[in-house]
């Protein structure tokens, strides 16, 4: 158990849809990481969040968007929802700004579109 | 920014047999760099890191791996693979000149270790 919790584990829905994906960091972790991992294009950055701050963007689409709570809790809002967001995401997080740190993975939610 | 290139999409090695699975980076500054192993149906988990110090690194499992500046390389290895080895490998990067904090991650390896 990495100490990373996400909710729900399976998820699916209709396209054109909103969904919003939880995700509890490590205690005392201030950094989560939000991944999107298809079977064509392997695990991709969507985005960083830093003590409630917005820290990196990767490839996120427009569609997506994702905050951090006061409580270091954080939640990805996936909408409009397309047959191609179909995929598993994960969240991770570390400690501190933790650049020497790993980060630990949740066990992900499979998003599956229809 | 980072990036990380596993140039072999499957790897498969015969149990017992040592195996090498390849991971260059691409960094404007020093690398922290990072290796996980996922199985079937679930997370990522953390095998090794290189940080500083020993090119050599070791790490869960009997999992090693070998920071090479001059290739810039990071391949992980292990004397002698077990059927159980078989998982998907991603290695990961991190950019010290870079101020964000994201770590970027190869498109993975799929192992296969056969009995």
């Known amino acids: 158990d990495s100490g990373v919790t996400q909710t729900p584990k399976h998820l699916i829905t209709a396209t054109g849809q909103r969904v919003t994906l939880r995700c509890s960091p490590r205690s005392g972790d201030l950094s989560v990481y939000w991944y999107q991992q298809s079977l064509d294009q392997g695990l991709q950055f969507l985005i960083q969040?830093?003590?409630?701050?917005?820290?990196a963007k990767g490839n996120i689409l427009e569609r997506f968007s994702a905050q951090q709570f006061p409580d270091l809790h954080s939640e990805l809002n996936l909408s409009s929802l397309e047959l191609g967001d179909s995929a598993l995401y994960f969240c991770?997080?570390?400690?501190?700004?933790?650049?020497?740190?790993?980060?630990?993975f949740g066990q992900g939610t499979r998003l599956t579109v229809v | 920014a980072q990036s990380v290139a596993q140039p072999e999409d499957q790897v498969n090695v015969a149990e017992g047999n040592p195996l090498t699975v390849k991971c260059t980076y691409s960094v404007s500054g020093n690398p922290y760099l990072f290796w996980y192993v996922q199985y079937p149906n679930r997370g990522l988990q953390f095998l090794l890191k290189y940080i500083t110090g020993d090119n050599l690194v070791k790490g869960s499992y009997g999992f090693e791996a070998e920071f090479n500046k001059s290739q810039t390389s990071f391949h992980l290895k292990k004397p002698s693979a077990l059927v159980s080895d078989s998982a998907l490998y991603f290695c990961a990067v991190r950019d010290l000149a870079v101020f964000n904090n994201d770590m970027r991650f190869g498109a993975g390896t799929r192992l296969t270790v056969k009995p």
């Open positions: 991770a997080s570390s400690a501190h700004r933790g650049r020497n740190t790993e980060a630990f």
């Open positions: 969040y830093y003590n409630g701050e917005e820290r």
